[in-house]
């Protein structure tokens, strides 16, 4: 952005995630005199971006506006696959044993009466904070492929990973409700599921007043 608009910017997006996550939506703000052509700026943009990055809109905002720090809410999906699927290698996580699904939505209800997550954050990470307000936790079917979805206001680092790990733990009757409250009351990443990989993790929305 800074070579074609010929200034110097600072591009602030609404978050980070892991290496590897999908995002579906981001948005990211930036200072800048008018575009005159935004559709012909968007355009040349999308060619000067790598083909796994596109810019769908740009509009203002009050001068004010924060991308990251004006989110109020952001929801991810993570996808597991029940069968081998070839088409989608990258972007599912295969769970080839037979989950106890119900079992599993059970234990995710519990996430929404907690708030300190800290059993379910990446370790020797640098956060003030470990409180997150979750309000909605649930495994749904959808296209052949079970997915978890989860909004909260905020999120801590490899937090749904973690948390879809020890869902998915819970499905093959590995562990019970009772650890799995155990485990919130002790807030030790030890004690929790593995975290699954990146590849089924999507960023699928962010809410802004």
């Not at 700026?41 to 083909?51: C, E, H, K, S, V």
């Not at 506006?65 to 699927?85: G, I, S």
């Not at 989608?88 to 059970?106: F, G, P, R, T, W």
């Not at 379910?120 to 470990?130: A, E, G, Q």
Request: aromatic fraction near 10%.
């Amino acid at each position: 952005m800074t070579k074609l608009l010929r200034i110097e910017l600072i591009l602030m997006g609404a978050g980070r995630t892991d290496a590897g996550v999908h995002a579906k939506q981001m948005f990211a703000h930036f200072d800048a005199e008018k575009i005159n052509d935004i559709e012909d700026f968007i355009y040349r943009l999308n060619a000067f971006l790598p083909d796994d990055i596109s810019v769908e809109k740009i509009f203002e905002v009050a001068d004010e506006a924060h991308a990251r720090f004006d989110a109020t809410e952001r929801t991810y999906e993570y996808w597991v696959l029940q069968e081998k699927n070839p088409f989608l290698i990258d972007a599912a996580h295969y769970v080839k044993q037979s989950l106890n699904v119900a079992k599993m939505n059970e234990v995710a209800e519990l996430l929404l009466e907690h708030d300190n997550f800290e059993c379910f954050s990446k370790s020797n990470t640098d956060v003030k904070t470990y409180l997150c307000d979750v309000k909605k936790a649930a495994w749904v079917e959808k296209n052949d492929m079970l997915v978890f979805i989860i909004t909260a206001d905020r999120f801590l680092r490899n937090m749904v990973r973690a948390i879809v790990g020890t869902l998915l733990e819970v499905g093959l009757n590995k562990i019970g409700v009772a650890d799995v409250k155990t485990i919130l009351k002790n807030k030790d990443r030890s004690q929790a599921g593995p975290s699954v990989p990146a590849k089924g993790l999507y960023l699928t929305k962010v809410t802004y007043p």
